[in-house]
Every structure is written in structure tokens, then in C-alpha cells.
């Protein structure tokens, strides 16, 4: 079972920046498939972004040039940068890892945008 820490999340004004980061620890990171997603009040968990072992990404329609996900496998690490942040972004984030049938879930960092 991965154990997994955010961090990163905070308050930033509309159009702002912030990078979040995802260290994961109890397994062989380079081989677990990564992801990002959020949860805003009243509404269900949504995939923001993943990246596979192999370091293919993909992203949600509404990040799409926005955000960029990454990984650094010697630092068992995985970063999501979002750029020109928007206040339908305000959600806790979470890192999710996935190994076949086995999933992960970080405890969450809250991002708020609001001026």
C-alpha cells in the first residue's frame, strides 16, 4: 500500500500559479501510473491529470493548457504546475497511485482561488 503526502495546495488571486507535489513512499514508484485529481464542495471527484510509468500524460478538458504534470521517479515524486488559476479550480487535490488493481489516495491540499 503506497503511502502518499501533498503538499503545495494555498490561497492564490485569480490568474496566479501554484505547484503541487505528491511524495509517495512503500513502493516502486517508477512503476505506479500517477494521477491528480479534485473534489469542490457539493460535487464529485474528478480526474485533473495522470501520468503513466512510462511518463504519458493526459488531462482533464477544463486544464488543459493550464496545468502540467510531471514526474521525478528518482525522488519518488510526482508535481502537477497549474497556471492562471481560476476560481472554478478551488477544490482539495488529490494524488492517486495506481498499480493494476491497486489504488492510493493522499490525504488531499486544499487550493483556493479567490481575490
Known amino acids: 500500500q503506497a503511502q502518499l503526502v501533498e503538499s503545495g495546495g494555498g490561497l492564490v488571486q485569480p490568474g496566479g500559479s501554484l505547484r503541487l507535489s505528491c511524495v509517495a513512499s512503500?513502493?516502486?514508484?517508477?512503476?505506479?501510473?500517477m494521477g491528480w485529481y479534485r473534489q469542490a464542495p457539493g460535487k464529485q471527484r474528478e480526474l485533473v491529470a495522470r501520468?503513466?510509468?512510462?511518463?504519458?500524460?493526459n488531462y482533464a478538458d477544463s486544464v488543459k493548457g493550464r496545468s502540467t504534470i510531471s514526474r521525478d521517479d528518482a525522488k519518488n515524486t510526482v508535481y502537477m504546475q497549474m497556471d492562471s488559476l481560476r476560481p472554478e479550480d478551488t477544490a482539495v487535490y488529490y494524488c492517486?497511485?495506481?498499480?493494476?488493481?491497486?489504488?492510493?489516495w493522499g490525504q488531499g491540499t486544499q487550493v483556493t482561488v479567490s481575490s
Open positions: 492517486n497511485a495506481v498499480l493494476g488493481a491497486l489504488s492510493s
Open positions: 501520468i503513466t510509468s512510462g511518463g504519458t500524460a
Open positions: 512503500g513502493i516502486i514508484f517508477s512503476i505506479y501510473h
